[in-house]
């Protein structure tokens, strides 16, 4: 169980240090096919640093003895999930909505960063209320 | 759901972090259960019951 869990958490680096450097390749190299290398590149990245900080937070954890989860924290992933997708459902309703009616000619890229960010923050929000709620 | 959890880890002399690791939850859990704040599932219940050596009734008490 502890080697399974290790290895899982030494894929997660080698996964988050690839994605990393594709974030930088896009960034430098400047491919034609990516109509933002910027702002592609820096999603890359932070996804990369994200997915390299969590594993280095549970490899150090283990390594302690410390229980990262149990059975309380996923319920409250459940319920700040439940609460976000339900939030997502009725706002992208409301602009499917929006766009059909009014024939808005809207680019994608933005659509999809602000559902992003309003996934999130949604999640993250609901989260910690919950963990102070439990 | 009210508990005696207090009183049982009291009885035991044992720390919530050390309940918590005997439970494979985190202290914030054991915590969180003293409290009243979470109610545990029956398996961890059971767990804490099988720890203290008596029945689920003892530490957990149902009320409408």
Redesign the interface.
């Known amino acids: 169980m502890v080697i399974y869990v290790q290895n899982k958490d030494i894929g997660m680096l080698v996964i988050g240090a690839l994605i990393s450097l594709i974030g930088v390749a896009i960034h430098i190299l400047e491919p034609g096919w990516v109509i933002n290398p910027i702002g592609t590149g820096g999603a890359f990245v932070g996804a990369g640093i994200a997915l390299i900080l969590i594993s280095i937070r549970s490899i150090r954890l283990q390594k302690k003895?410390?229980?990262?989860e149990?059975?309380?924290?996923f319920?409250i992933a459940e319920k700040a999930s439940h609460k976000t997708l339900t939030i997502l459902i009725i706002l992208e309703g409301v602009l499917m909505a929006f766009l059909g009616v009014t024939a808005f000619n809207i680019q994608a890229y933005p659509i999809v960063s602000m559902l992003f960010v309003i996934t999130t923050l949604s999640y993250a929000g609901f989260y910690y209320w919950y963990k102070r709620?439990? | 759901m009210k508990n005696t959890l207090k009183v049982w880890r009291a009885k035991k002399d044992i720390t919530q972090d050390d309940l918590a690791n005997e439970m494979e939850v985190t202290r914030q859990t054991i915590n969180a259960i003293e409290r009243g704040k979470y109610d545990p599932s029956i398996k961890l219940a059971f767990k804490m019951a099988r720890f203290f050596e008596c029945s689920i009734e003892d530490v957990f008490l149902y009320e409408e």
């Open positions: 003895g410390t229980v990262v149990d059975e309380r924290i319920h709620q439990m």
